[in-house]
């Protein structure tokens, strides 16, 4: 069976003036044919002197060359097959509270995604933690997040910026699955599936995610995290599942999963107890070893 092929992706300038006018208030707006890595880019305007001080920025490519993921891994891209970006915001909160930004990353943006897809699929869209997007337990986008001091940050104690960065794969799970020897996701497999997805313009899905790292950000200054546990909840991959959780290919712990502490944490109930995990790579052990 054959089935309708994605749009391809817009010139930059055309995407960069949709995405301008779904995000009214972000302060700058870029997105260009490549660039080395839209993280690095946006964490040297954020350092730099004499640079633009609103925020929040986004900025996007076509074609990122050195393009990296969480624990330092690059990310494997071509021109037209993925969907990257990354959004710099102002934070304030303390330094301890910094690491469950990435969680809550994850979490918006898996949020923003449901509200792509029509009631009888969004659940097949979920979270694994600590913020892979995943489609059916298959990879769909990965995210880095990172925290830098701007250099106006000297009025505030408090004051960061953080940078989230996301991939999200278009049209080239099938090469990346044969590549990585495990199964990738892509937005077409979504379409196929779903004809909202089907219908999501590519400037949609990037100020839907982008603008709901905004609102969530802005909740959790205003607010703090309390809510971060019942958020992760609706979307948890991993809840009651049992995973080992490794640290450069060691097993450091395993458990069950049973969600997130208000830190970002993920839980594990394990013949001890109740113990959270802040670091680590989670695998889920397949289920024919599950007694």
Known sequence: MSYPKLPSLPEPAALEDEITHALPRFRQVRWVASTQSTNADLMHMARAEGGPLARPWLLGAHLQERGR???????????????????????????????????????????????????????????????????????????????????ASRLAADHYVAVIGMGINLDDARALSQSLNRRIADWSEIARADGHAGAATHAAIVARIAQSWYDSLNDATAFGFDALPRRYAAVDALAGRHIHVLDNGRLVQAGVACGVNTAGQLLLRTPEGEAPVHVGEVSVRPRQEIA
């Open 69 to 151: 993921g969480r624990a330092g891994r690059s990310w494997q891209n071509r021109a037209g097959a993925n969907l990257m970006f990354s959004c710099a915001f102002d934070v304030f909160l303390p330094v301890a509270q910094l690491p469950t930004l990435s969680p809550l990353a994850g979490l918006a943006a898996c949020e923003a995604l449901r509200t792509l897809l029509g009631d009888a699929c969004r659940d097949r869209l979920s979270m694994k933690w600590p913020n892979d997007i995943q489609w059916e337990e298959a990879k769909l986008a990965g995210i880095l997040v990172e925290t830098t001091r701007a250099r």
